[in-house]
Structures are given as structure tokens and as C-alpha cells.
């Protein structure tokens, strides 16, 4: 089945660091999705990608839609202690179910 | 209430225990999801309603019992569970299946203990 690479696994930054995670997939998807967790919580999503090359803007988060198509990245600028949790990345395809990424666990030291 | 709402939140049960998940959506979707997470594995997709019927059932065995009395809830039936069953489930919503540009909207999650 379709898989995501999701990379890196874990990231320990300072705060005030800028931060970026990138998913890969050996497939083609026409959407990228890239969602938050915090602990104890459900994912939330971030920012949602439609069009390979799009790149979007969230406050200090920035997404991109790789122009193959088989990748994206998530960029977060300035990082604050609230940034802290999972991110994952899911890419989209017709009718068929969300592949989602294992996820990039930050957190970030004070 | 807004978004999904899952209950109880924290769940913990003997093997021999029947138990049940909840999950109701205030977001006036037609699709709800069952989905398992466990830890550095992706979330698995368990089972899919779209309209009340379900349209996805990812080979999960049968001691999970889904059911989707209305579009705006969502059950999980537990029984006869094993310890590798411990997992957040996490009920989601979208507004039809599937559908790569369809977001979908999860709840908090249900924490699940299996001794």
C-alpha cells in the first residue's frame, strides 16, 4: 500500500529556532495535509495543500506542495514553547483513504 | 457542544469486559471514521461510515463492533479485547468519504487500557 516517509522522527530545538519536516511518498497525491497533535489531544489541522507548487501560510507555519507531487514540507518559524506535540503529514488521492505520515515529534527547550 | 466529541476518554478493561466507544460529530458531516493509534506506527484506518453505511472495514478483527445509528454518531463495541488492543482510538468526520480533498475533523480521542 501507499506509504509516507516522514522525517525527522524527533526534533529537540531552542526556542526562538526555526523548525522543518518533510514528508515523501513513492506515490502521487492531489492533496497535502499537515496536522497537529497535542498530548492527550486528537490531531488538529494545520494547513491543507490542493496544488502541486502551492505554498501556504498559517502564522509561522509555511507548507508546501511538492511540484511532483510526492512530497510537501512544513516550515515553522520562530518556534515557542506551545509548538511542542506531533506533527503529522497525510496525502490525499481520489477516492480512497488519507495516508498519513508517523509523525515528527518536537519539543522545544525554553 | 461544537466539532467531535468522543467518550469516555479514558478507558480501562479487563479482556472479558464489553465495553463501548462513542463519538458524535456537530459539524453536519455525511462521513464518520474509526481510526487506531499506537505508538511510532501511522494512524490505521479501522472503519469508514459514509450516509449510516459503512464502506471501509480494514480487515479489523471481530471483537471491534462499529455501529452508525444516525450520521452524527458513531460506536465502537469492544469485546473479548487483548492487551495489544491498548491504543488512542480516535473518531473522525468529514464531510463525504474519502475524497483526497476532504479534511477530516478528529475528537480528542479515547485512551483505551486493556489489563
Known amino acids: 500500500g501507499q506509504q509516507l516517509n516522514q522525517s525527522p522522527q524527533s526534533m529537540f530545538i531552542q526556542e526562538g529556532e526555526d523548525v522543518s519536516m518533510n514528508c515523501t511518498s513513492s506515490?502521487?497525491?492531489?492533496?497535502w495535509l499537515w496536522y497537529k497533535q497535542d498530548p492527550g489531544e486528537g490531531p488538529v489541522l494545520l494547513i491543507a495543500?490542493?496544488?502541486?507548487?502551492e505554498l501556504t501560510s498559517n502564522g509561522r507555519l509555511t507548507a508546501q506542495f511538492g511540484i511532483t507531487r510526492k512530497d510537501s514540507f512544513l516550515n515553522i518559524s520562530a518556534s515557542i514553547p506551545s509548538d511542542v506535540g506531533i506533527y503529522f503529514c497525510?496525502?490525499?488521492?481520489?477516492?480512497?483513504?488519507?495516508?498519513f505520515g508517523k509523525g515528527t515529534r518536537l519539543s522545544v527547550i525554553a | 457542544e461544537t466539532g467531535v466529541t468522543q467518550t469516555p476518554r479514558h478507558l480501562v478493561m479487563g479482556m472479558t469486559n464489553k465495553k463501548s466507544l462513542k463519538c458524535e460529530q456537530h459539524?453536519?458531516?455525511?462521513?464518520m471514521y474509526w481510526y487506531k493509534q499506537s505508538a511510532k506506527k501511522p494512524l490505521e484506518l479501522m472503519f469508514v461510515?459514509?450516509?449510516?453505511?459503512?464502506?471501509e472495514n480494514n480487515s479489523v478483527p471481530s471483537r471491534f463492533s462499529p455501529e452508525c445509528p444516525n450520521s452524527s454518531h458513531l460506536f465502537l463495541h469492544l469485546h473479548t479485547l487483548q492487551p495489544e488492543d491498548s491504543a488512542l482510538y480516535l473518531c473522525?468526520?468529514?464531510?463525504?468519504?474519502?475524497?483526497?480533498?476532504?479534511?477530516?475533523?478528529f475528537g480528542a480521542g479515547s485512551r483505551l487500557t486493556v489489563l
Open positions: 473522525a468526520s468529514s464531510q463525504d468519504e474519502f475524497a483526497g480533498a476532504n479534511v477530516l475533523t
Open positions: 506515490s502521487i497525491f492531489n492533496t
Open positions: 495543500l490542493y496544488k502541486a507548487g
Open positions: 497525510a496525502g490525499g488521492s481520489g477516492n480512497t483513504p488519507l495516508v
Open positions: 459539524l453536519g458531516h455525511n462521513a
Open positions: 461510515y459514509s450516509l449510516e453505511e459503512r464502506v
